[in-house]
């Protein structure tokens, strides 16, 4: 499903994602279903507003003291007894990972969603290493099966139809062909999965919030795979983003009644797990990773994105990405908050992403925590073509409309001009050169301009 | 240890430094009226089956009419019904049906804390088929806030919320209960004083 061509850009991707005009409606609408159940249960809350801006307080506050909350957090964590990693990057994180898989000499290993090593791509290097990781949720698992990357930072197969997962499921696990019923698929995944989580010594998750002042970290889930891989291994490995950090125990109630609403519109998630202190003879580690956080930390413009909790929300709402599918973002994190937080990780390689959108701003009006992601996304396109990172075609047309605009003579020449073409000759504008024209008819042009109109009818005066 | 130096000392370095205050808030959510209500109509629409009950004897009724026949039962409630924990998790897994109390619950959402004192093992409450969460009518609270005032305050090693059956809506977005861990969860919430544990 994700081209290869070079270099990958949102509307090319997107493109190819439109071309079965049934499938992308029903993407469409999947999403905005799951928007409206954010809206049911968000309502139900008469606090919910104030909940958003406590959230974005507290992060404010984590965010200009996060050197202090993560050395409380690592020494309270040691206490606790887990062990504490730091990561600069990627590759860090992934040999870190690595070698405590090694340490241990197992070949076969559980993992649950975790963002993070998504975003390291820690699957593929533990593969090249000879570890055999699954993932167990089973969204990730459809994917991971497939060879494919997760679409939704919280529903990794949304763009997968049941009758493909069951003949997925038919090739890799011996389903029976045909059978497309998710009852049973599910039951088959969980036949396949607990094998899986009974025979691996070591269990990988992500972390949804890391406590500063308890060394504890929350995992949150719906099926139970991260406590019932953790709670069966003899290791546990916890990788975070240096972000994750919360100040309390107590922030807790803020976050996890934002989090599942944000995301499902359930009330919680089935699971919120509180890892603290590992079992008798079990290990647990955590791996704190910068992977550039640090950097985006010092600017003023951008350094809110790392207030993200991850809940999709941004995601469910964004017309651009209900109709182009995440693979068409080529990025571990989709959507509107990852085309904020990629061009910070590689200007060049994600400078079309902030131009994945309408900039209609309502990602910022759903993001739990509110960060004004239509604002860093305006940014980012202004820094990108700063830094002559935009694609050539917009530049030329950008400096067009400029000199059209700052002269009203022109303006008014052009305006008249187009109309004109448009009732004239339409195929001149409603063709494929025209990227407005793809599945979309162009409107009818009006028969005269607002300053036409307002001279007309007021007889001349202005 | 290099990294670790860089890493924090770019952050000291960019962090923003105005005065962020830690955030002292207070929230006011509405008050539930009936808090047993609420909590049972929450329970029911994620997905469990909710009874009360009044006596240690009225459990074993429960067990044996909801589950007949059925032989892997497990019930674990510290102060009255003890067992020896097995060697590791992995010697649960043919548990039908685990019987273990929970240590507080919150009526907005449904979710039971429950903490590793209380789990016999940490593996049982995932790896159990059906789960059966005793829960004393006196432990509901109203929403997470009120929950976490008890929380912030405890001891433990390892605590869940658990809030229905373990689920998925992966495959197209229909809802399947029994994901990877129990395919069903039933609380009992009790009315009188007699099962109470320890932390009371
Ligand atoms: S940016 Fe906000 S809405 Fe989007 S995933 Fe993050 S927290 Fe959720």
Sequence with gaps: MRKTETPLSHASLAESFNKDEQRVNWHDQTLWFIREKRDKAAWQIPEWEQLREVASTIKSNVLANLHEYLTAFEKAAINNGAVVHWAENAEEHNKIVLSIIQKHKASNIVKSKSMLTEECHLNAFLAKNGVDVVDTDLGERIVQLANEPPSHIVLPCIHWKKEEIGELFHQHLGTPKGNADPQFLTGAARKHLRTKFLSSSVAITGVNFAVSETGEVVVCTNEGNADLGVQLADVHIACMGIEKIIPKRRDLGVFLRLLTRSATGQPITTYSSHFKTPRKGQEMHIVLVDNGRSQRLASDDFRNALKCIRCGACFNTCPVYRRSGGHSYHTAVAGPIGSILSPGWDIKKYSDLPSASTLCGSCSNVCPVKIDIHDQLYKWRQEITKKGNSPKQKTILMNIMNLILSHPVLFNLAGSFGRKVMKWAPSVVNNRINPWYKQREMPEPPPQSFTEWYKKNNNGKP | ?200
């Design chain 2, 1 to 200: 240890m290099e990294s670790r130096k860089n890493i924090l000392d770019r952050i000291k370095q960019n962090q923003p430094h105005q005065n962020f205050v830690q955030a002292n808030y207070f929230i006011h959510p509405i008050l539930i009226s009936n808090l047993v209500e609420k909590f049972k109509a929450t329970l029911t629409a994620i997905g469990a089956s909710v009874f009360e009950i009044a006596t240690l004897e009225e459990l074993n009724h429960f067990t044996i009419n909801s589950f007949p026949n059925c032989d892997d039962v497990l019930t674990y409630i510290p102060g009255h019904v003890e067992l020896e924990r097995k060697s590791n998790g992995h010697a649960y897994q043919n548990i039908k049906v685990a019987i273990l109390k929970g240590d507080l619950a919150v009526a907005e959402n449904g979710a039971i804390w429950i903490t590793d004192k209380n789990m016999l093992d940490r593996a049982l409450p995932f790896i159990c088929e059906n789960l059966v969460l005793v829960v004393d009518q006196n432990d509901i609270v109203q929403t997470l806030h009120d929950a976490y005032s008890t929380i912030e305050i405890a001891e433990y090693k390892y605590g869940t919320f658990i809030a229905g059956p373990s689920k998925t809506a992966d495959i197209e977005q229909s809802l399947v209960l029994g994901a990877h861990g129990p395919k069903t969860l039933t609380v009992l919430i009790q009315k009188s004083d007699l099962i109470r544990t320890d932390h009371d």
